[in-house]
C-alpha cells in the first residue's frame, strides 16, 4: 500500500510530498513528521527507500507507507493532553510522533506482539531523545511500550481518548475495539479494506467514516489450540507522568539514571495531590532557561544530556505551594545539573 505520492530525497521533501497531495492538512501534524526522521526507523542497508511512499517490512519489523500515517494522524484529530493507545505499535515511530502532539500531560500506550520489536521500539525511542536536535522544541508525552495481543487486553483496562489499530480487524473483533474508546473518542482502524474514522457519540452510539481503501495484514489471532490459561495483557497506568519515574537512585550516589533502575517515586505526603505540576527550569539550547512540567520530562533531559547521579546531602525542606510540590533545576556549570527534593539536595554531573 503506498505509492500516492512522488518519493522525496530526505524527510523534509517527503512531508513536502505529502502536503501538496493533501495527506497533511494541519500545521500539528506536520511538525511531528518534520521532527521525526522516518529513515531513522530503517535499518542500516535499506534507509535508500525510507522517503518512498511505500510500506517497508524486514522480518517482524514494519512500517506503513508515509501516506497511511498522514491520513491517520489527520483523522485521530489529536490535541494535548489526551490518552492514545497504539494497537500494534511496531517501530514505535507512529507512537514517537503523536507523544510530540499529547505533551507531558497526555498518555502514550502501544501494544505490540513480538518482544523483539518492543526492544527495536525502544531503541529508537531513546535514541530520538537523546540525539534528535528537534527533541527540544517540544514537550513531549514519551511512549510506553508493551508486548501482548492486543485482542487479549484485560477487561478492566481503563479507556483510552484515542486509539489506532494497525492491522486489518475482522468484523466479529469491532465492537472488542469500540469498549476500549472513551464517549467523545475517535478509533482509527482498518476494516473491510478500508481505514476507518470512528467517533463514539454515546455510551452505545457511533459514527464511522471511511477514510481510505487500504490492505493490511490482518490482526493475528490468540492462540486457542493451548488449554492452559491464557495470559491477559495489562496495560502500562493511566495517571499522566513519568514512566520510569523521578529518580530511586537517589539513594545510591553513584549509580547511573540515565533509563535504567529509574522508576516512578513520590513523596507520601504529596501522593494524589497534583504532584506532576512540579516546576523545573532547564537550559535552553544557546541562552536561557524554559520551563518543564513534570519529572517524566527532567528525565529525559537527564538522560538525553548523559548526566549521572552524584552525591546529595542534607536541605531545609522545600516548600509546597498551591496543589503540586515545587522543584527547581538548574544547571551550576556546563558539567553540573542541581536540583532539590525535599530536605535534600542532588547534584547530578557528566
Known amino acids: 500500500m503506498g505509492g500516492a505520492v512522488s518519493a522525496g530525497e530526505d524527510n523534509d521533501d517527503l512531508i513536502d510530498n505529502l502536503k501538496e497531495a493533501q495527506y497533511i492538512r494541519t500545521e500539528r501534524v506536520e511538525q511531528a513528521f518534520r521532527a521525526i526522521d522516518r529513515g531513522d526507523y ?20 514494519h512500517l506503513s507507507a508515509p501516506c497511511i500515517y498522514s491520513e491517520v494522524m ?20 507512529l507512537s514517537t510522533m503523536v507523544g510530540l502532539i499529547l505533551g507531558p500531560f497526555g498518555i502514550n500506550h502501544g501494544i505490540e506482539l513480538h518482544s523483539d520489536v518492543v526492544e527495536y521500539a525502544k531503541e529508537k525511542l531513546e535514541s530520538f531523545i537523546k540525539n534528535s536536535d528537534s527533541f527540544d522544541k517540544f514537550e513531549f508525552c514519551e511512549p510506553a511500550f508493551v508486548v501482548g495481543n492486543c485482542l487479549e487486553i484485560a477487561s478492566d483496562s481503563h479507556q483510552y481518548d484515542r ?12 465492537n472488542y475495539m469500540k469498549i476500549l474508546l472513551k464517549v467523545g473518542g475517535i478509533l482509527v482502524m ?17 459514527e464511522n467514516k471511511n477514510i481510505l481503501a487500504v490492505s493490511f495484514a490482518p490482526l493475528i489471532q490468540p492462540n486457542r489450540n493451548d488449554n492452559s ?32 533502575g529509574a522508576t516512578e517515586w513520590v513523596p507520601p505526603p504529596y501522593m494524589g495531590r497534583g504532584f ?28 538525553k544530556s548523559k548526566f549521572c547521579m552524584g552525591h546529595w546531602y542534607p536541605l531545609s ?34
Open 42 to 61: 530503517y535499518l542500516e542497508g535499506y534507509r535508500d527507500n525510507a522517503y518512498k511512499d511505500l510500506a517497508w517490512k524486514h522480518g517482524n519489523i
Open 74 to 93: 489527520e483523522a485521530l484529530k489529536l490535541q494535548p493532553g489526551l490518552s492514545f493507545l497504539n494497537l500494534g505499535s511496531g517501530t514505535g515511530y
Open 163 to 174: 486509539i489506532y489499530c494497525g492491522a486489518g480487524v475482522q468484523k466479529d473483533h469491532e
Open 190 to 206: 482498518p476494516i473491510e479494506d478500508q481505514l476507518t474514522q470512528i467517533l463514539r457519540t454515546g455510551q452505545n452510539t457511533w
Open 229 to 260: 490459561k491464557r495470559d491477559t495483557v495489562g496495560l502500562p497506568p493511566s495517571s499522566p507522568g513519568p514512566s520510569r519515574g523521578t529518580l530511586t537512585s537517589m539513594h545510591s550516589p553513584t549509580r547511573s539514571i540515565l533509563v535504567k
Open 276 to 303: 506532576y505540576f512540579s516546576y523545573f527550569l532547564i537550559p535552553k539550547k544557546g541562552r536561557g532557561h524554559r520551563p518543564i512540567l513534570n519529572l517524566q520530562l527532567l528525565n529525559i533531559f537527564i538522560r
Open 317 to 350: 525542606p522545600v516548600s509546597a505551594t498551591g496543589p503540586g510540590l515545587q522543584i527547581s533545576a538548574w544547571r551550576m556549570s556546563t558539567s553540573m545539573l542541581t536540583f532539590t527534593w525535599p530536605t535534600r539536595n542532588f547534584s547530578i554531573s557528566t
